[in-house]
């Protein structure tokens, strides 16, 4: 089962940033916040991931909650490629668990409008 | 820069035939491989993965079965299909078991 909650659908219009929230409130220290997107019909594209700091990198930003349950993932200037559905996943970086477990949920629809 | 390879991108199988999928990751060296399948409206299955070559590990019982004959290739097979098959499939690879998993462009099988 995922444990993380995203709304099911957002808007944004082009040029203009789109902040996807999640709640992640079971977060353990050690599991990551992880942010994928997948345009219909394609593999999964990775984008961005932390653990307690916010993160930035050429796609997105990335805001962790002080207590870490929810965070936000943020598109600053969306444009209409940016319509997927995006998934916020948390998971495991323990050098001795193994195997980390990626799970999706039914994540979150943003279409970005003209 | 790492590149994963999938193909075919589409495939229609009568039930019972037999199925082959092929994955391929260029860039890097002994990568961590996966299979997962995605069916219509459901989250990912992670189906099987692999930490070497002839190393494979299976998440869940099914009709299917997978090989990796050499350190980037990775191999998703079934010698009868079944309905239940159809879905999309995606090979994935990453540095470490722990760390970014990174998708390919995945294969779409329409059993029929």
């Known amino acids: 089962d995922a444990k993380t909650t995203q709304p099911p659908s957002m808007d944004c219009a082009e040029g203009r940033a789109a902040n996807l929230p999640c709640n992640h409130s079971t977060i353990s220290g050690n599991e990551y916040v992880y942010w994928y997107r997948q345009i219909h019909s394609q593999g999964p594209q990775y984008i961005i991931h932390g653990l307690k700091n916010n993160e930035t990198n050429e796609m997105a930003s990335l805001i962790i909650t002080e207590d870490r349950k929810s965070s936000t993932l943020i598109l600053p200037h969306a444009t209409l490629r940016d319509t997927a559905v995006y998934y916020c996943i948390v998971r495991d970086h323990l050098m001795n668990s193994g195997y980390s477990t990626l799970t999706f949920g039914k994540g979150t629809m943003l279409l970005v409008s003209p | 820069s790492q590149t994963i390879h999938q193909w075919p991108a589409t495939l229609v199988q009568p039930v019972g035939s037999p199925l082959s999928l092929e994955c391929t990751v260029e860039?890097?060296?002994?990568?961590?491989l996966y299979w997962y399948r995605q069916a219509a409206g459901r989250g990912l299955q992670l189906l099987f993965y692999?930490?070497?070559?002839?190393?494979i590990s299976s998440e869940v019982p099914q009709n299917l079965s997978a090989s990796r004959p050499q350190d980037r290739q990775f191999i998703l097979s079934s010698k009868k299909l079944l309905l239940s098959d159809s879905g999309f499939y995606l090979c994935?690879?990453?540095?470490?078991?722990?760390?970014?998993?990174?998708f390919g462009p995945g294969t779409r099988l329409l059993v029929l």
């Open positions: 692999s930490v070497g070559i002839g190393q």
């Open positions: 860039g890097t060296s002994n990568p961590n």
């Open positions: 994935a690879w990453s540095v470490t078991p722990q760390e970014t998993q990174y």
